[in-house]
């Protein structure tokens, strides 16, 4: 059966990446952004994800094209580089409102359809950064945290009803969104290249290493496999922060 999925996010970046995989492995892709997506085999339709009537706009469009949606990928995000104290009310609400009620309002607005049909995958791209804090991303790591939590949520509430929910937290992937966070840093080029000793297996992530785990989590094969974080980011997290070289 070719698949019916919906992806958030794919005009740049992961999501684009994962919309050109899928497409290539066959399915037939409803994106929602605000810029267009542009990828033949894809159906953009104008979707800002703060807005339920978007979200639901989105899902009913993918329904009345492919008749049905068998996946969600929410990957839609926003970051903004701020510690606690410099962030403005409007910089909070703009980051929970993209990246944790954007998961809401389509999760809301696709499980009713996928319970009618006994089955659905949901796939949220959450974050290292809601496992471990990342410097100055203080309301970011909080709404990666949440998206996390949900996850979980619909994984426990939802499984009976044939839908399952994994999240994948990406580390540093090279997108327009790690350039900003290098561009914030005092240092952008010495930041980079720090980044990228700090990966055990040498290199930052591509937008690719994303989507093959993301085709995975869609496809039968990952059936039994609900409710779980999956980490991509080449060994950076799982390193005690305390010594490095001198270690053999
Ligand atoms: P990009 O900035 O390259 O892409 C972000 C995408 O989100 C764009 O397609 C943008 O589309 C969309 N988007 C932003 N705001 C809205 C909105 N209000 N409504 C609909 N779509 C929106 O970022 P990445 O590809 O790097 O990030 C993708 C996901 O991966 C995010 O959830 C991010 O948090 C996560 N992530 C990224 C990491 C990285 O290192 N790059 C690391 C960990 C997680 P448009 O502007 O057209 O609306």
């Known amino acids: 059966m070719t698949a019916s999925v919906v992806i958030t996010g794919a005009s740049s970046g992961i999501g684009k990446a994962i919309a050109e995989r899928l497409v290539a492995d066959g399915a037939l892709v409803t994106a929602g952004s605000r810029s267009p997506v542009e990828l033949a085999g894809a159906t953009w339709v104008a979707t800002d994800v703060r807005s339920p009537t978007d979200c639901e706009a989105l899902v009913t469009t993918a329904i009345e094209t492919h008749g049905r949606v068998d996946v969600l990928i929410n990957n839609a995000g926003v970051q903004v580089e701020r510690t606690i104290d ?7 609400d703009l980051v929970m409102d993209v990246n944790v009620r954007g998961v ?3 999760c809301r607005a ?3 359809h996928m319970r009618t049909h006994g089955s659905g995958s949901i796939i949220n791209i959450g974050s290292v950064a809601g496992n471990v804090a990342d ?12 998206v996390h939590a949900l996850t979980r949520s619909i994984a426990t509430d939802h499984g009976r009803d044939g839908i399952r929910c994994n999240a994948v937290s990406p580390g540093w992937i090279l997108t327009d969104m790690a350039d900003a966070a290098f561009a ?9 290249a720090e ?3 700090a990966h055990p297996v040498g290199r930052m992530g591509r937008p690719s290493d994303v989507a093959n785990l993301v ?12 409710g779980s974080l999956f980490t991509v980011d ?13 270690h053999g």
Do not use: M
């Open 195 to 197: 980044a990228t000793q």
């Open 234 to 246: 080449g060994g950076l997290t799982a390193q005690n922060p305390i010594g490095s070289a001198s």
């Open 215 to 226: 085709a995975w989590l869609a496809s039968d094969q990952a059936d039994f496999v609900s």
């Open 86 to 92: 410099q962030t403005t009310d409007d910089e909070f």
């Open 110 to 112: 696709v499980i009713p």
């Open 104 to 106: 809401f309002n389509c």
């Open 184 to 192: 914030a840093a005092e240092d952008p080029e010495a930041a980079r």
């Open 135 to 146: 410097h100055g991303l203080a309301v970011y790591n909080a709404s990666k945290g949440a």
